[in-house]
């Protein structure tokens, strides 16, 4: 058996895992954090590209156009959020037009459907909030929203069910050559050997080539800062809001996510600190000032959390994807917007050419399908009644805004890959991403954590190395 | 479906203040629900003193507040239903409720009292930068943490904001051992009770910093330190003036949110000023037969005015439920010059009251006012202030016959005045 090593558990890593699994190989996911979906995954617009912003001919063009296609049934396959809610991009000046019209050729060229260019007047009357000011919009209506760490889950998920093991806490600092094999060192000291090493690192994806490869790459971090708005504002935008794209990216945009809030950002400046994912009173600032120009009703108040990420950019302009100088040592590199589109299409792809280079035949037994975790707050009440009846604990809610039961949180610790500390159930059941922010149900989170991975209640973290509490109060039980 | 007469949202103080005076007005059938595991709501973490002085002329810890409500509950034998959360309330007033041993459970109700309290305002809402490290608690939630599962949240403290919890807080942590930098409040005021400020920060020589706030938080998995400002006349702050206090936790105590999703999902109106609902003299919402009282309604300094509002609202409910039909023709009634809101918002014009309170906040600190009732534009009642703040709730009480002037017309405007 032919072995694996996939560096990197966001989503094209999680993807390349579950495609690769459908080969009779053994696939192990390295990860340095403690659980998937903590990089770019975790923290970017969400947003399912039509195709038409990619200068045509890259790969970014190519698989922007292939992942879209796949989305709506990967969505129904492995259960995840998804929306084709439609884009606009905005254009504010008439002689900004031309730059439309542009964007609309390319789109054309790239192969994208249903593109319109509209009059400002009929882009209000499909979204009536936004700006007076708009005197027309590039209206794609193949653009879509996904919740971009419920997919990543989804693909970790469906990758272990068929038979990928996920190593977390497992930072490459080595890989070298031994006989035919690969050996990737990571730091608290273990080895492990593959015929195939694919780098899926995101903004760290150049430092791992590096070690391996004559030809160096650089990626660079781009910062992207957003403001989340609470669900009453979700209705100021029911399709994805842009503005005219430049050469830093697509520009701030308002959209709906597939959960009913409000979305604004991103930022785009491009910084040396790989690890800094804290938000800029500087950054916000402009976030809040941009989105205003879209939709200018927004208010300030009703913003619920704030938060950033790095996009990893890479300098040649386009994804980075093939086998390397090095063979066996494979990159997906440099793939930020429309990394997340293309993400479905990358993960085919790198399985199909990884295949090819180990000559892998395909197993005889596949599991397509994953089943999420029961979303309470959504469902009938007579999907209610049903699902309490099989376990009593999806009677009890823990989350109060959200509306999110205790049984949805030990599923959300106990299924493949599950969540270890506060951050993972939250994202993988919403607990605590409410009007509240976790500040009524984070101590009832925390012990059904410690409950369920027999843990004590202060060793429970919000996330790696987040300790919440440090021991007992004085007059403590 | 279950027919039930009353169904109250909340057995914390308003619910259970509400359910005691409900019975007592000779109403029989009625539920509580309660999503903790307990009676009492949030006084069970407050096990600080200075609660109950106007309700039993003497000092109470929260709990034994709690208790001495639960107490007249108990002995009425009224019933509740914990480790029930609501769901839904229509405009209809069926109430669908959820709990582990009767999974969905649906009342229709004649008359429903939300009394579900508020929430503390998260970081988002006033958009502090920085890490989202841990160590990053709202005040309450770290009362919890303390009070109730005897854990420290934190060693090193730095408070935002000087609401009466972070106040508490402030000597709750310092009891513990822990040490409490600073409190760093962005008004050149606080919104807490003054005796709070003595007894819980001047006490203890913590540092209370007006005209600042936080701009940022440094920390990878854990709060390691926060960089505070100074801020002009318009709130922004003067980056010259940062600097970083070095610490592990940030306590957020920068206001109370009512909880008015559950009434408002159900049509009820909601006062954009108190974020609660907009109700009249009897706490009737502008849905028929929903009542409101207590924090979900507007915030209220002291638990025992919540008490005292939430008896009223059971009473009123009882009343609804017996009589039926709700008065028509409304005196509004407004705040203005100072006065943001007043609450009632109305006065039925048929209503036969002996006397009413209204309960009211103003914008900012105001010395030698007077407080002026005005129908109409014509004077009724005139009360002088030496000094009002925004962190102490004012009232007035007007008598019988003010009232029946009142009735005849058409505003009531209290506003301050020279």
Redesign the interface.
């Known amino acids: 058996m032919k072995d694996i090593i996939i560096i990197g558990g966001g989503i094209i890593g999680c993807a390349v895992a579950r495609e690769l699994c459908r080969y009779q190989a053994s696939v192990k996911l390295l990860e340095r954090g403690g659980d998937v979906s903590l990089g770019t995954t975790k923290a970017n617009s969400g947003i399912v590209h039509a195709g038409f912003d990619a200068k045509p001919n890259t790969m970014k063009a190519k698989f922007n156009l292939l992942g879209n296609a796949m989305f709506d049934d990967l969505a129904k396959q492995l259960d995840f959020p998804f929306k084709r809610n439609g884009a606009l991009v905005l254009c504010f000046d008439k002689d900004e037009m031309d730059g439309l019209k542009d964007l609309y050729d390319r789109g054309v060229a790239n192969g994208v459907e249903g593109l319109e260019l509209l009059d400002g007047e009929k882009v209000r009357q499909l979204e009536p909030h936004i700006s007076e000011k708009v005197a027309g919009a590039l209206y794609a209506k193949t653009s879509g929203i996904v919740s971009p760490y419920e997919m990543c889950f989804a693909y970790a998920e469906n990758a272990a069910v068929n038979g990928c093991e996920f190593l977390f806490n497992k930072e490459v600092c080595d890989i070298s050559k031994d006989k035919d094999k690969w050996r990737v060192k990571s730091k608290d000291g273990c080895e492990y050997f593959a015929d195939v090493v694919i780098n899926c690192a995101g903004v760290h994806a150049d430092d791992i080539n590096n070690i391996v490869c004559k030809e160096k790459i650089k990626i660079v971090a781009r910062k992207g800062e957003y403001?989340?708005y609470d669900k009453s504002c979700g209705s100021l935008a029911s399709r994805t809001i842009f503005q005219m794209p430049t050469k830093m990216g697509k520009g701030i945009l308002v959209a709906p996510t597939t959960h009913g809030n409000l979305i604004t950002g991103p930022t785009a400046n491009d910084v040396d600190d790989k690890?800094g994912?804290?938000?800029?009173?500087d950054?916000?600032g402009e976030v809040?000032t941009k989105s205003l120009v879209s939709v200018p009703s927004l208010n300030?108040?009703?913003?619920?959390?704030?938060?950033s990420g790095l996009r990893a950019h890479s300098e040649s302009g386009d994804f980075i994807i093939g086998e390397s100088c090095q063979k066996g040592f494979y990159n997906v590199a440099g793939i930020e917007s429309p990394g997340l589109t293309s993400a479905p299409a990358i993960g085919v792809h790198v399985a199909e050419e990884v295949a090819d280079i180990l000559s892998l035949i395909k197993k005889d037994s596949f599991e397509e399908t994953r089943k999420g975790i029961p979303h309470f707050a959504t469902m009938t009440?007579e999907e209610?009644?049903a699902l309490?009846?099989t376990n009593?604990?999806y009677?009890?809610?823990i989350c109060?805004?959200e509306?999110v039961t205790e049984g949805e949180i030990v599923d959300s610790i106990n299924r493949p890959v599950g969540a270890k500390d506060v951050d993972g159930v939250k994202l993988r059941t919403r607990a605590g991403m409410g009007?509240?922010?976790?500040?009524?149900c984070?101590?009832k989170v925390m012990e059904i954590l410690a409950r369920e991975r027999g843990i004590a209640?202060?060793e429970v973290?919000?996330?790696?190395?987040?300790?919440?509490?440090?021991?007992?109060?004085?007059?403590?039980? | 479906m279950i027919n039930k007469n009353l169904v109250i949202i909340g057995g914390g103080p308003a619910g259970l203040a509400a359910a005691k005076s409900a019975y007592d007005a000779g109403e029989r059938d009625i539920v509580i629900l309660e999503r903790q595991s307990e009676l009492g709501g949030i006084l069970n973490q407050c096990i600080h003193n200075g609660f109950g002085l106007h309700t039993f002329k003497e000092e109470l810890t929260g709990p034994e507040y709690a208790a001495r409500y639960i107490v007249e509950v108990q002995k009425r034998g009224i019933e509740c239903k914990l480790d029930t959360t609501v769901l839904s309330i229509s405009n209809s007033k069926v109430v669908t409720a959820v709990n582990e041993t009767d999974g969905l459970i649906k009342y229709q109700a004649k008359a429903v009292i939300v009394a579900c309290g508020c929430r503390e305002r998260p970081r988002g809402g006033i958009n502090v930068a920085g890490s989202r490290c841990a160590g990053i608690f709202s005040a309450g939630t770290a009362q919890k943490l303390i009070n109730i599962d005897g854990y420290m949240p934190g060693k090193e403290v730095v408070i935002l904001g000087s609401g009466d919890i972070g106040l508490i807080m402030a000597r709750r942590m310092t009891f513990e051992g822990a040490k409490v930098k600073a409190v760093v409040e962005l008004m050149p005021y606080s919104s807490g009770l003054n005796r709070n400020i003595v007894q819980c920060l001047k006490d203890f020589d913590i540092p209370l910093l007006f005209s600042h706030t936080v701009v940022d938080i440094k920390g990878e998995g854990r709060v390691s330190g926060v960089v505070i400002a100074q801020v002009d006349e318009r709130l922004n702050p003067i980056m010259s003036t940062a600097q970083e206090i070095k610490c592990d936790t940030l306590l957020l105590s920068i206001g109370l949110v009512p909880e008015k999703e559950l009434a408002e999902k159900a049509g009820v109106k909601v006062s954009p000023v108190t974020g609660g609902a907009v109700v009249d003299e009897s706490m009737m919402t502008s849905v028929e037969g929903i009542f409101e009282c207590g924090n979900v309604l507007h915030v209220h300094d002291l638990v025992d005015f919540v008490s005292k509002e939430s008896e009223d609202a059971g009473a009123s409910a009882a009343r609804y439920i017996r009589e039926g039909i709700r008065p028509d023709g409304k005196v509004s009634i407004e705040g203005a010059d100072g006065v943001r809101y007043v609450v009632p918002h109305y006065l039925s014009k048929s209503a036969n009251l002996d006397k009413l309170q209204l309960k009211m906040r103003v914008a900012n600190v105001f010395k030698n006012k007077r407080l002026v009732a005005e129908i109409d534009g014509e004077e009724v009642l005139s009360k002088k202030k030496q000094i009002v703040t925004p962190g102490e709730m004012e009232s007035i009480v007007l008598t019988g016959e003010q009232i029946k002037r009142i009735q005849r017309g058409d505003k009531l405007t209290l506003r301050l005045k020279d």
């Not at chain 1, 994912?277 to 009173?281: I, V």
């Not at chain 1, 009007?435 to 009524?440: I, L, P, V």
């Open positions: 403001m989340l690890e994912l804290f938000t800029t009173y950054g916000l809040y300030k108040r009703l913003v619920i959390t704030q938060f009440d209610r009644e309490i009846k009593p604990l009677g009890k809610v109060k805004c509306v009007k509240c922010q976790s500040g009524f984070m101590e209640f202060d973290q919000k996330c790696d190395g987040g300790k919440i509490v440090f021991g007992k109060a004085k007059g403590g039980k």
